[in-house]
């Protein structure tokens, strides 16, 4: 076994300083094991701005598997301005634009009390591509250890459809997806049924049972999770009150593609979305009213406030 943290430090070279915290300190720090595959979950988003559905999304899908699949790790990528405004270009003229350095410091005042001690938010890339030599350099000072190490990257809901799953996307060698539906409905998850089948994808399997219902901390320590296949009842079938705490996965029916999607379902809420923070950002209500609408949907609204106080027009680019 070895701690994670060290690796980081190669892989980020001296462009990190050497005091900066990797990850805040814990009684059970991001720790690779030898004789079992060791995962990291990689998150790429534009979070304009952070809300409640980006931490959600993040925070189900390590703490439901991470014993399962031995996911020890996750690094936040927020994705750089001009893949803001290509999104914004597509959707509204007039979209509210923050800054990646916005994004950055809104992504730290969502955070719950324990996301930092095992999210590693990359705040110099704001690229893919940048993203992915920090990728390859962490995964070469691992595995030249002799630890069996890959990536896992997290999409959202509406990126994983029947019609169109993306799983013929390899690129940056993301064999391995994770989804699920805490905050965003899914349109292959029906309650209390296996999961519809994709578009050139195979049936769907029970990987195992999850670690823990939503709201509730977890540990690798004390997280116990069932390391086999979910057994099927005497008529072959996963009884009801089992299929919604079941880990799911299919694969791609493409020859040449490897992809490997886990679905972990939950009992959502209510739905969250960049589009309704941004629309009482721009709403005309007075301070107070845009504070409590904001609320439920960002955990400290008054950063976010804040933030857009600096600027003249909140309606245009929020230069830094």
């Not at 955070?111 to 030599?133: A, H, I, M």
Request: with cysteine.
């Amino acid at each position: 076994m070895a701690l994670l943290e060290p690796y980081f430090r190669v892989a980020l070279g001296s462009h990190y300083g050497e005091q900066d915290p990797i990850f805040a300190a814990s009684i059970k720090p991001p720790t690779l094991e030898y004789g079992r595959k060791n995962r990291i979950i990689t998150y790429f988003c534009t979070m304009n701005p952070p809300h409640r559905r980006h931490h959600l999304l993040l925070r189900h899908a390590f703490q439901s598997v991470s014993e399962h699949l031995n996911i020890i790790a996750a690094m936040i990528f927020p994705l750089m301005d001009a893949f803001v405004d290509n999104k914004s270009a597509r959707k509204s003229k007039d979209s509210l634009k923050f800054c990646i350095k916005d994004r950055i410091q809104l992504w730290r005042a969502g955070q719950e009390p324990g996301d930092d001690e095992w999210g590693f938010l990359d705040e110099r890339s704001g690229n893919e591509y940048s993203g992915l030599n920090l990728r390859t350099r962490l995964n070469n000072a691992i595995s030249a250890d002799g630890f069996d190490f890959g990536y896992i990257r997290l999409a959202g809901p509406d990126y994983m459809t029947i019609a169109k799953n993306n799983l013929q996307k390899t690129k940056y060698d993301d064999v391995e997806w994770i989804t699920n539906n805490i905050s965003r409905e899914t349109e292959f998850w029906v309650p209390r049924q296996v999961p519809l089948r994709l578009k050139s994808a195979d049936d769907w399997e029970a990987e195992g049972k999850m670690a823990t219902a939503r709201g509730k901390m977890v540990t690798r320590s004390s997280a116990r999770v069932a390391k086999s296949r979910a057994a099927p009842s005497k008529t072959g079938k996963i009884s009801k009150n089992r299929i919604g705490k079941t880990i799911w996965s299919c694969r791609s029916l493409i020859p040449r593609h490897k992809s490997k999607l886990y679905f972990v379902p939950a009992k959502m809420e209510r739905e969250y979305s960049s589009t309704e923070v941004r629309e009482v950002l721009m709403k005309e209500i007075s301070d107070e009213e845009r504070t409590e609408a904001l609320r439920p949907l960002v955990r400290n609204p008054e950063v976010l406030l804040k933030l857009l106080d600096r600027h003249l027009c909140p309606f245009k680019r929020l230069f830094c």
